[in-house]
């Protein structure tokens, strides 16, 4: 049982209130759909949280050109190119950018590679309580599971299903 599930509810949670440990980053990279290294919360982020906005803000503030829509209208950050200056955080109307950037200059302690099994199981210990799991559990889209990629399930509410409820 490899699988894990990360609830972002609960990273929110934990990120806004406070944690009693930082918060490590799950870090995947290599297949095409991430187009580079990716931290793992971001882009269960811009999949689920993002209003993907028409004239997206936070693409046109970006000094650095580092966020661009890819060519279903998902948000990508370059990390090689973001400079962490959080204009995009100040300007997203809907508070779905992360104000915790991943570096590109990894301070190893905090990044892990999931890819790697040790480095998962370690970034499962470190993270914050209830966040982050192995799981036995398969994607169950009305209980708001979601599968992000093989093997990494996220629980978000997503702002497209919100919508619906409105
Ligand atoms: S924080 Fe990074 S992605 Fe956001 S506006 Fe600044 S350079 Fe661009
Ligand atoms: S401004 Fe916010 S909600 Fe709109 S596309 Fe950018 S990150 Fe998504």
Known sequence: MNNILIDL?????????????KVPEGVIGGEPETNGLKPLRELAVFTYT????EDAPCVTVCPEDALEKNEDGMIIRSTN??????SCVTICPF???M??????KRTENLYFN?????????????????????TDKEK?????IYELMPGILVKDYPWEKL????
């Open 140 to 144: 169950d889209e009305e209980n708001n």
């Open 163 to 166: 919508k619906k409820l409105e």
């Open 95 to 97: 508070g779905t950018m």
């Open 9 to 21: 509810t609960k990273y929110r949670e934990c990120i806004n209130e406070g944690c009693d440990k």
């Open 114 to 134: 999931l890819k790697d099994e040790k480095e998962k199981e370690r970034f499962i210990n470190e993270s914050p309580e209830g966040t982050v799991q192995y």
């Open 50 to 53: 993002c209003r993907q906005c």
């Open 81 to 86: 190119l973001c400079v962490a200056c959080k």
């Open 99 to 104: 104000s915790d950037f991943y570096e590109y």
